[in-house]
């Protein structure tokens, strides 16, 4: 029934862009969109939302109403504003209502008011084509000279953890058995220091050259690093990936992705960088498994 549904909803029209054409039609401007899902999805999925709403809707007025830990990665968009609903947290109810009068604000202020997006359906058209550029500004950049990084140093940023695994059916993460080896062989033949990204220091890496900013950082001062201080990026298919490769800045970077399912993110998406100076060099697992990808395998992509 699932495969037919989807050839049926093939021939009918895009909803996302029926919403807007009777905006059009109303003359109508402002929009409040909610989001309560992943981090990568504003660079995959909301940047081309935005994009069509301004094609439909010149000088609209698009407001996100989205949780704490998401709200710098909407700085990244052009023309829009935030609304923080500092009590949610991802794949748990929320009070949309309750959320807006604390900003002293409600559905009634919004010409549209989208609960549920869909951009993996609606913005399909993007795929192949659409490059999201990811405003960066340049500010920002001081925010990475808060955390010793040594000026002749070369380091290698890695994200051991997406912390997102029960929001999938397939495991995303590289073992950590692997991570430890690749620290070991990173540090001590190739001279190279390891930064730790994620949201709680666990689990432990007990050994010398390996800087955990796990919990250390906010969004813009994590991406600064990435653009100011870092080398190398090894990382799954993740939040950070996404954000990291669509910066719409030139900056060197070599980032070794780590893939179970080449149907999903940056690789889905089938663009190129932004950035001229990135290289991006995907690695997927055997039968999908990103167990299946050898340190080894890391190690020659990351440093041939």
Do not use: C
């Not at 895009?14 to 969109?33: A, E, G, H, V, Y």
């Not at 660079?43 to 989205?66: D, N, S």
């Not at 950590?176 to 001590?188: D, G, L, N, P, S």
Request: charged share 25%.
């Amino acid at each position: 029934m699932g495969v037919i549904k989807e050839a049926l909803a093939f021939f009918k029209p895009n909803p996302f862009d029926t919403m807007l054409d009777r905006m059009q039609k109303k003359r109508q401007k402002s929009l409040l969109i909610v989001w309560n899902r992943g981090l990568g999805d504003i660079a995959l999925g909301l940047y081309a939302m935005v994009e069509r709403i301004m094609a439909y809707l010149p000088g609209a007025e698009i407001t996100f109403l989205t949780r704490p830990d998401l709200k710098d990665g909407f700085m990244l968009l052009d023309g829009v504003k935030t609304l923080v609903a500092h009590n949610w947290k991802r794949g748990q109810p929320f009070d949309i209502e309750e959320a807006l009068e604390t900003h002293g604000t409600s559905r009634e202020d919004f010409d549209l008011v989208i609960e549920h997006p869909d951009p993996t359906r609606w913005v399909k058209w993007q795929l192949g084509h659409l490059v999201p550029k990811l405003k960066w500004n340049s500010a920002w950049d001081a925010l990475s000279e808060n955390f010793g990084f040594e000026a002749d140093q070369k380091y290698v940023g890695v994200h051991v953890d997406t912390e997102t695994g029960q929001h999938y059916g397939y495991e995303k993460n590289w073992p950590f058995k692997y991570w430890h080896e690749f620290f070991r062989r990173v540090t001590q033949e190739k001279g190279v220091k390891v930064v730790l990204f994620g949201l709680a220091p666990e689990p432990e890496f007990d050994l010398d050259d390996v800087v955990d900013l796990r919990g250390k950082t906010n969004l813009l001062e994590l991406l600064s690093i990435v653009k100011n201080k870092l080398d190398y990026l090894v990382v799954p298919d993740s939040g950070l990936l996404s954000l990291s490769y669509y910066i719409d800045a030139a900056f060197p970077l070599k980032i070794v992705s780590l893939w179970a399912d080449p149907r999903q993110g940056v690789l889905k998406q089938n663009v190129s960088s932004p950035n001229p100076d990135l290289l991006h060099i995907p690695l997927i697992g055997q039968d999908e498994s990103v167990a299946n990808i050898s340190v080894e395998h890391v190690m020659q992509s990351l440093f041939s």
